[in-house]
């Protein structure tokens, strides 16, 4: 199947070595998702929620691997690529949750991303009630650097 | 941007009109995510997970609309297909998040699916704590039969 970008993502990250790994300064950083005028009707209605999923291409991705070495992850192992969020996967697809501060014709406001500047947009989805799971068990992540939104 | 399937996933539901509408029902349904020979060993790892996010492509959606007329909003008003997660979107990709029961070599068992039986695969992410927002605004949902996960 062949993916067209709807938009473009503009973040304060230039490279993957500014994207910070610890989850709550991730939730603060503010970034505006342009979408492109042939996709802005489909905007319509978007404002009234609160959060947002963003699907991605990871652009700057050049291959696969499937298992990888996570930058947060201190033990060294290898871990297979799907149960990680590297961008080495097969399809480098990404998906990121984001709050939505406003809607400005075809610029949407948003905090709390992770994504390099000038990322190919390729979705946008409300943030549905039942997108929201009790995270039970987090595999290898469990004692590293990630925290729960409080808000 | 051309995307591969890396497996498929197999449902109870035969055509759309047996997706239940109904966030209660989806978490209950039972399913099997088949991944490809080709791409096992990624697997390695993501049964410390409880819960996973399948990124899917939605096959049998055959067009784009910008606006849509979603079943389960009873004001018969056209939405932004953004302010929805119907199939008709500018690209045919869909997210689910799903609990997953076990891992039996290249199956996973999984809980709480809304996809066709049949349905490309196309990524497997872990999810994790910073995915779980606390959903304030859900728009013109609002008041509709959706509801969010308790356990």
Chains 1, 2 share one sequence.
């Not at 699907?55 to 070495?69: I, P, Q, S, Y």
């Amino acid at each position: 199947m062949e993916m067209k970008p709807i938009g473009v993502v503009h973040t304060p990250y230039m490279s993957v070595e500014n994207i910070p790994l610890c989850a709550s300064e991730k939730l603060e950083a503010v970034a505006v998702v342009e979408v492109f005028p042939d996709y802005v009707e489909g905007l319509r209605d978007v404002e009234g929620f609160s959060h947002l999923m963003l699907v991605v291409h990871m652009h700057e991705a050049t291959g696969t691997m499937l298992t990888v070495h996570p930058p947060i992850d201190d033990e060294g192992k290898a871990r297979g690529v799907f149960a990680t969020r590297s961008p080495m996967r097969p399809n480098h697809i990404g998906v990121s949750i984001v709050e939505l501060d406003r809607v400005e014709g075809h610029n949407l406001f948003v905090r709390g991303i992770d994504l390099l500047d000038g990322t190919p947009l390729i979705d946008i989805k409300p943030y549905m009630p039942y997108d929201v799971r009790t995270v039970i068990k987090v595999g290898w992540l469990e004692g590293k650097a990630i925290s729960q939104d409080d808000g």
